[in-house]
C-alpha cells in the first residue's frame, strides 16, 4: 500500500455546528493563550507526532523487506546446498554400487573361469579314456587276429 498522507497541508479548523465562522471569538484576556492557538498547537504536535510514526511505520517496514530478502537468499541458498549434497551423496552410493557390481562381475568371471578350466581338464580325460579303449579294442583285436592266425597255422600243420 503506498497510501501517502498529505503532510504539508494546514490541517482545517473544525467549526462546532451552531457557531458561525464569520464571527469571531472574543479575545482571550491578556496573558491567557487564546483557545484558538492553544488547538493549533494541539494539532501541531498531533501532526509532528503522526509524522514520527509514520517515518518509524517506514523504517520498520523498509527493515522488514530486507529481512525477508535476506531470508529468502539464504533458504535459496540452504536449498542449493542441500541439493548438491544430495547429488554429491547419490554419485557416492552410485559408484559404491558400482564398485560393488564390478567385484561381483569379477567374482562370477572367475567361477566361469574356473568351472571352463575344469570342463577343459574333464574333456582331456574323457579324450585319454577314449584314446585307452580304442587302443584296448585295437589291442584285443590284434589278438584275437593273432590267436585266430596261430589257430589256422596249427590246424594247417597238423
Given at each position: 500500500m503506498n497510501s501517502k498522507i498529505n503532510t504539508t497541508a494546514k490541517p482545517a479548523l473544525r467549526v462546532k455546528s451552531g457557531m458561525n465562522p464569520a464571527i469571531k471569538a472574543p479575545k482571550a484576556a491578556a496573558g491567557t493563550p487564546d483557545r484558538m492557538t492553544v488547538t493549533i498547537s494541539e494539532v501541531e504536535h498531533i501532526r509532528r507526532s503522526a509524522q514520527r510514526e509514520l517515518e518509524l511505520?517506514?523504517?520498520?517496514?523498509?527493515?522488514?523487506?530486507?529481512?525477508q530478502q535476506e531470508t529468502e537468499t539464504h533458504a535459496r541458498s540452504?536449498?542449493?546446498?542441500?541439493?548438491?549434497?544430495a547429488r554429491l551423496e547419490t554419485q557416492k552410493e552410485i559408484a559404491a554400487l558400482k564398485q560393488k557390481a564390478s567385484e561381483e562381475?569379477?567374482?562370477?568371471?572367475?567361477?566361469i573361469r574356473m568351472v571352463r578350466i575344469t570342463a577343459?581338464?574333464?574333456?582331456e580325460t574323457q579324450r585319454k579314456f577314449t584314446n585307452a579303449a580304442r587302443i584296448h579294442a585295437l589291442s584285443l583285436e590284434f589278438s584275437?587276429?593273432?590267436s585266430h592266425a596261430e589257430s589256422k597255422k596249427e590246424a594247417v600243420a597238423t
Open positions: 511505520a517506514r523504517r520498520i517496514r523498509l527493515e522488514a523487506e530486507k529481512y540452504q536449498a542449493q546446498l542441500l541439493i548438491l549434497q562381475i569379477q567374482k562370477v568371471l572367475a567361477d577343459q581338464e574333464e574333456l584275437d587276429m593273432h
